[in-house]
């Protein structure tokens, strides 16, 4: 089945658009895989994940993919009505193909964005924020568990990163206990879960617990206040390399460049559990680095990205850029040129 699949893809690529061949580095550039990983699929020395699949048969319905010469990956929205029907039924013959498959419609039951934030072991699940120092409450009224007005989240930092993972992580998990939890309030329990934890080391005392207990060549500076205190991300060097420092950038009081760190690893509380780390230099730059892998027009690319650098029981951790947009985030693409600054990893 794997040789079957293989020779498919190889003869998808050869017969080409239009009766045109295509190469295997506008497979690669249209696909936002590397051209190593085109070559192992085609070769049957790896089987591409679903997502994958699933963009080799919108590339392929469409002599549009590759206007002018230039390989691109149109939006699903984008196909016309006859383009479709050739989506739906090249991924039906590949998914057909992959190894395991019964039928052509036995597709997978993971949601498309299932990706690195599924644990297949099924062990419990804790989101970690920091709490909102009292300075930075809107209203004792709500933070308070003795007013009747009390609402348990107005204590945590970070909701809309919050928020962004805790349904991807329950909808990737199913059956699965998912629990969010703030930083001073953690059982052995949770600790020994697979963590997340999200926010920076000034309000979250988790996450310079385990960034140091990782060993990572990372470090984080904490905002202390002072102007023009941005905060930023440090590298110790080594290695013959001199030491780095990424700061985020200010118009005056406008937030308009951040920096974003995920980090994952074995849980130094629990190795045979993981720890992630979803971290900023501000909140903005903490829902940047959770969005990398939950954003429907980035994750893929993204989560393509680790699979072909790290397994799942390495130690990595990349900086990235992250534009602000009339204070929006933009969701960091790692693969485009400039967007990672820094990245380290430890073989398992």
């Known amino acids: 089945m794997a040789g079957g699949m293989a020779a498919r893809l190889r003869g998808l690529r050869t017969e080409g658009l239009d009766g045109t061949p295509v190469s295997q580095k506008a497979v690669a550039g249209a696909l936002g895989v590397s051209v190593p990983s085109v070559s192992s699929w085609e070769n049957g020395n790896a089987v591409p994940p679903?997502?994958?699949?699933?963009?080799?048969?919108?590339?392929?319905?469409?002599?549009?993919?590759?206007s002018e010469g230039h390989p691109r990956l149109l939006d699903e929205p984008d196909l016309t009505d006859d383009e479709r029907g050739r989506y739906e039924d090249l991924l039906a013959e590949l998914m057909a193909l992959k190894p395991g498959r019964s039928s052509p419609y036995d597709l997978e039951t993971r949601r498309p964005w299932e990706g690195m934030w599924h644990f297949e072991d099924g062990s419990p699940i804790t989101l970690v924020c920091a709490r909102l120092p009292p300075e930075a409450r809107a209203s004792e009224a709500y933070t308070s568990p003795d007013s009747p007005d009390?609402?348990?989240?107005?204590?945590?930092?970070?909701?809309?990163?919050?928020?962004?993972?805790?349904?991807?992580?329950?909808?990737?998990?199913?059956g699965v206990t998912v629990t969010r939890r703030l930083a001073d309030t953690l059982t052995q329990d949770d600790v020994t879960s697979h963590l997340v934890l999200l926010g920076g080391v000034d309000w979250n005392p988790m996450t310079r617990e385990v960034m140091a207990a990782l060993d990572l060549p990372v470090s984080q500076a904490e905002r202390l206040g002072g102007d023009p205190d941005v905060g930023s991300f440090r590298t110790s060097g080594g290695d013959g390399q001199e030491p780095e420092v990424f700061r985020s950038k200010l118009d005056g009081a406008r937030l308009v460049e951040d920096v974003a760190q995920f980090c994952r690893g074995p849980n130094p509380f629990n190795r045979?559990?993981?720890?992630?780390?979803?971290?900023?230099?501000?909140?903005?730059?903490?829902?940047?680095?959770?969005?990398?892998?939950?954003?429907?027009?980035?994750?893929?690319?993204?989560r393509a990205y680790l699979e072909e650098r790290w397994t799942r029981d390495d130690t990595y951790s990349i900086l990235a850029r992250v534009a602000i947009v009339a204070g929006k985030v933009i969701t960091p693409d790692w693969t485009q040129d400039g967007t990672v600054l820094h990245e380290w990893s430890k073989a398992s």
Do not use: W
């Open 150 to 174: 009390y609402v348990e989240l107005y204590s945590y930092s970070d909701l809309d990163a919050l928020m962004e993972l805790y349904g991807h992580v329950y909808a990737a998990n199913p």
């Open 272 to 302: 045979k559990r993981t720890v992630t780390i979803c971290n900023g230099n501000y909140g903005r730059g903490t829902y940047a680095a959770v969005r990398v892998l939950t954003d429907p027009r980035f994750r893929d690319r993204n």
């Open 50 to 66: 679903d997502e994958r699949l699933q963009a080799y048969a919108r590339f392929f319905a469409s002599p549009r993919s590759l």
